[in-house]
């Protein structure tokens, strides 16, 4: 069965510093990849996505994220965190093989951020 | 276009009884899956719907049930309510090309379930 391990409960930066979220997987064969951020009280909303080619995949909000195969891991960035980044990060893989027969979204716990100003 | 749509957004219940919560997709998307969030579990699946069909469902028991009509707008039922269903149900629709989600995934707002 498919996991995603996000190992940061809860991440402290301060404003204009840099950022990475660590998300790791498990899965047989490479999965879809996504990144989503939750702020308080609302639904999910899609950062960036991973299908396939180009490793360094770039989303909303000046955020980035690394595919490395080896490490099994899809590494969220950001180069100087805004105070209105401070939500939730959600890492979600689902399955690329399967097509509409077997689609779910399996989600890490999430990093709660903070910003300090 | 629209997002995704969810009502009611809050709802309070009382164990034993029953609830229905609906799910209006984005115009055009055909897929649709429902997933309950809690402090302790997290995300989980619940099921997906292409079609008026359920194609996927997650580890729930039965009394989660579903259904989506032929306007692709879905609904999600619990019946016998306890207290552990007390959480954020969240939608969220997907475009589709042959029946495969080739799209990813957009989320609703939720409805916040409490069961008292």
């Known amino acids: 069965a498919q996991s995603v391990t996000q190992p940061d409960i809860h991440i402290t930066v301060s404003e204009g510093a840099s950022l990475e979220l660590r998300c790791n997987y498990s899965?047989?064969?490479?999965?879809?990849l996504f990144w989503y951020v939750q702020s308080p009280g609302q639904g999910l909303q899609l950062l960036l996505k991973?299908?396939?080619?180009?490793?360094l995949v770039q989303g909303i909000k000046g955020f980035e994220a690394e595919f490395k195969r080896s490490q099994s891991s899809f590494n969220l960035r950001k180069p100087s965190v805004h105070w209105s980044d401070a939500a939730e990060y959600f890492c979600?893989?689902?399955?690329?093989?399967?097509?509409?027969?077997?689609?779910?979204?399996?989600f890490g716990k999430g990093t709660l951020l903070t910003v300090n100003p | 276009k629209a997002g995704v749509t969810q009502t009611p957004r809050y709802l309070i219940k009382t164990r034993g009884q029953q609830v229905t919560l609906s799910c209006s997709p984005i115009?055009?998307?055909?897929?649709v899956s429902w997933y309950q969030q809690t402090p302790g579990q997290g995300l989980q699946f619940l099921f997906e719907?292409?079609?008026?069909?359920?194609?996927n469902k997650g580890n729930f028991p039965g009394r989660f049930s579903g259904r989506q009509f032929s306007n692709s707008r879905s609904e999600m039922n619990v019946s016998t309510l306890e207290l552990g269903d007390s959480a954020l149900y969240l939608c969220?629709?997907?475009?589709?090309?042959?029946?495969?989600?080739?799209?990813?995934?957009?989320f609703g707002p939720g409805t916040r379930l409490t069961v008292t």
């Open positions: 969220a629709s997907s475009l589709t090309s042959g029946g495969d989600i080739t799209y990813e995934q957009y």
């Open positions: 899965y047989g064969a490479t999965p879809y």
């Open positions: 991973y299908f396939s080619g180009d490793t």
């Open positions: 979600a893989v689902a399955p690329s093989n399967s097509g509409g027969s077997n689609y779910k979204l399996t």
């Open positions: 115009s055009g998307h055909r897929s």
């Open positions: 719907y292409f079609s008026e069909t359920q194609r």
